[in-house]
């Protein structure tokens, strides 16, 4: 989380975060939240299409994939809470939407898929 925002702010996207992603709390079946941070005209971004359709295809139905175009004005929030500088950016909630990883740049989908075991 990054200082640029106020905590009402903060609050709000936490909230947001909360309503979209605690899956104890919205009763959703995922056990992982994969956001990818990037933006379409980036290469290394293009590149972790593939490993979002793998992580898509292998574990679908326990970890929910979600883009967010950082380009868009409606992710900015996001984009400001999470501190994204660098695309592509990958984090990682668990099922109660907290943060455990992040990396930058490309990660192959066997890397990524390493952070899917029990925790």
Known sequence: MTDRMEQSEKNVVEDSLSELYDYNTNKK??????????????????????????????????????????????????VDYFGIATIPTQVLLDKNGKEFFRHSGFLSAEDLSKHFVER
């Open 29 to 78: 079946s995922y056990e992982y939240t994969f956001l990818e941070f990037g933006s379409v005209g980036c290469h290394s971004c293009r590149q972790m299409e593939d490993v979002m359709e793998t992580i898509k295809q292998e574990y679908g139905s326990r970890v929910n994939v979600v883009f967010i175009n950082i380009s868009l004005k409606k992710n900015r929030d996001f």
